[in-house]
Nanobody, 118 residues
Framework: QVQLVESGGALVQPGGSLRLSCAGS????????MSWYRQAPGKERDLVAS????????IYADSVKGRFTISRDNAKNTVYLQMNSLKPEDTALYYC???????????WGQGTQVTVSS
């Protein structure tokens, strides 16, 4: 059974930091590109950041460049999202996503809530 389990979401003040984690099981983790998406109430789910299976290349949404960093530890089957200088507009449900490098299949986690508010 494939599982992607996110953790680390919380209520944080503007300017604060959080680190999200996503632990994968039931998949060959190193064969998957991993991404973080987010969805705010009433809005579409948008890509935040992605990292290729070997961890050698990353991409970011313009809105988070310079503030967020995606990384992965294939030995721990875990992908991270370090979020710094958080803004109220970063408030959303953050989802972990796995995409097989050959495009065969994809999986979603259930999400972790990040709320940025004073």
């Amino acid at each position: 059974q494939v599982q992607l389990v996110e953790s680390g979401g919380a209520l944080v003040q503007p300017g604060g930091s959080l680190r999200l984690s996503c632990a994968g099981s039931g998949i060959s983790f190193s064969s998957y590109s991993m991404s973080w998406y987010r969805q705010a109430p009433g809005k579409e789910r948008d890509l935040v950041a992605s990292i290729v299976n070997a961890g050698t290349r990353t991409i970011y949404a313009d809105s988070v460049k310079g503030r967020f960093t995606i990384s992965r530890d294939n030995a721990k089957n875990t992908v991270y999202l370090q979020m710094n200088s958080l803004k109220p507009e970063d408030t959303a449900l953050y989802y972990c996503h796995a995409q097989h490098l050959l495009g065969r299949c994809e999986y979603w986690g259930q999400g972790t809530q990040v709320t940025v508010s004073s």
